[in-house]
């Protein structure tokens, strides 16, 4: 502790700042391309996610999602989906999506968000192949709808399942489960 100039106690940090992420930039760069390329509107929120080793994340307009992730596998060389996640927050639902390049191993993750009451989010499977199994099991588990999936229907449950067991407001049809 220090005193100030009127003798009062003032808390010093013992830690150094931290310098930003070098990914800073980066993103920067990448929310700029994609927003002259698609339009102004279609990242809603960019940054780096220096707790999971400086990942750049982009927060996607559903409506624009398809056109940002041609760009992102035929521009910037994301080959590949390696996971897709549903997530269900209180007040929104949302589609975590974790692209690598194999030719530079750069990594960035992509967030979608869908309302609640009706999740849907378009379809990525003609992009990346990966996608298909993954968007089943998100549909399977929360509900949420892939609009051009060429075959949106359970992939883990039984057909005459009631309801999707991984949403916060599910409640089962049976129980005693």
């Known amino acids: 502790m220090t005193e100030d100039r009127k003798g009062e106690g003032v808390e010093v940090s013992s830690e150094p700042e931290q310098a930003p992420s070098p990914e800073r930039a980066k993103a920067e760069a990448l929310t700029e391309w994609i927003r002259l390329a698609v339009g102004e509107d279609a990242i809603e929120e960019s940054y780096v996610n220096e707790k999971d080793g400086n990942r750049i994340c982009l927060v996607v307009r559903a409506d624009h999602w398809p056109n940002v992730a041609r760009l992102l596998k035929e521009k ?3 080959d590949y989906l390696r996971s897709l996640a549903g997530v269900d927050f209180e007040t929104h639902m949302e589609v975590v999506y974790h692209l690598t390049s194999l030719e530079t191993r750069e990594n ?11 999740p849907s989010i378009p379809s990525v499977a003609s992009v990346w192949a990966t996608a298909d199994w993954h968007e089943r099991e998100a549909y399977d588990l929360f509900g949420i709808r892939f609009p051009g999936h060429p075959d949106l ?3 883990l449950l039984p057909d005459d399942w009631v309801g999707h067991p991984l949403r916060k407001d599910y409640e089962p049809h049976d129980p005693e489960v």
């Open 108 to 118: 960035v993750c992509v967030k979608v968000r869908t309302s609640r009451e009706s």
């Open 153 to 155: 229907r359970r992939i």
């Open 76 to 78: 910037e060389r994301f």
